[in-house]
């Protein structure tokens, strides 16, 4: 079975500043997406950014990227330029053939102003 | 930017008493689903819907719980005889093509509080 492993709970960033959230995940599978969806405290599911498994290049979108390491199994998200609309709980999350969507357990980010 | 709609944004029912949650699906989306996040913990697959029936569904839903799309928008969770530990929030996602496509669109959520 896939699992994913989000190893930071909490982490904390300055406004302005750059922060990497860590992701790791297992799987027998060869094609799967991977993603990272924001969680406000309004606890609405926001997508942030997605990966192809079969996709060399690493996603970006505007100041989100992800660093993709296939053969690690390693899916960090970066987000340059923190702003405080940022602060979230953002979680990973692995979508293989099965349709599902299997999530990790979250990182909630503090930005400081 | 189309949404995923879900009513009521916040329940609260008496243990033992039947629930139905309701969403409204992106109109042109095929695959529906519903996943449950008990508070503070990470968020759980319930079931995937398609072509009005179940395509897969977990553990956690058991015959305490069953799905339904009533007619060509609306899609439904109904949990009978509620359990204090039913208490989550409950989101409703939709997608066109199978989850690589574009990802979910999630709706914003029904909090549920059995009491």
């Known amino acids: 079975a896939q699992t994913v492993t989000q190893s930071q709970p909490e982490m904390s960033v300055q406004e302005a500043e750059t922060v990497t959230l860590s992701c790791t995940y297992d799987?027998?599978?060869?094609?799967?997406?991977l993603f990272w969806y924001k969680q406000p405290p309004s606890r609405q599911m926001i997508l942030v950014i997605r990966?192809?498994?079969?996709?060399?290049q690493n996603a970006t979108e505007n100041r989100f990227s992800v660093n993709f390491q296939k053969a690690a199994k390693s899916f960090s998200l970066k987000i340059s330029d923190s702003q405080l609309g940022d602060a979230a709980m953002y979680f990973c999350?692995?979508?293989?053939?099965?349709?599902?969507?299997?999530f990790g357990t979250g990182t909630l980010l503090a930005v400081q102003p | 930017e189309p949404e995923v709609t879900q009513t009521p944004s916040h329940q609260v029912t008496q243990m033992g008493q039947e629930v139905i949650l309701r969403c409204v699906p992106i109109?042109?989306?095929?695959?529906f689903y519903w996943y449950r996040q008990i508070l503070g913990q990470k968020v759980e697959f319930l079931v995937s819907?398609?072509?009005?029936?179940?395509?897969?569904k977990s553990e956690i839903f058991d015959d305490q719980f069953s799905v339904e799309r009533p007619d060509g928008s609306n899609f439904t969770l109904k949990i009978r005889s509620t359990k204090l530990e039913d208490s989550a929030m409950y989101f409703c996602?939709?997608?066109?093509?199978?989850?690589?496509?574009?990802?979910?669109?999630f709706g914003s959520g029904t909090r549920l509080t059995v009491v």
């Open positions: 819907f398609y072509n009005n029936e179940i395509s897969e």
């Open positions: 990966q192809e498994a079969y996709k060399q």
């Open positions: 996602a939709s997608s066109l093509y199978l989850v690589g496509g574009d990802g979910y669109t």
């Open positions: 999350a692995y979508g293989g053939a099965t349709n599902k969507l299997i």
């Open positions: 109109s042109n989306h095929l695959y």
């Open positions: 799987t027998s599978e060869s094609d799967y997406y």
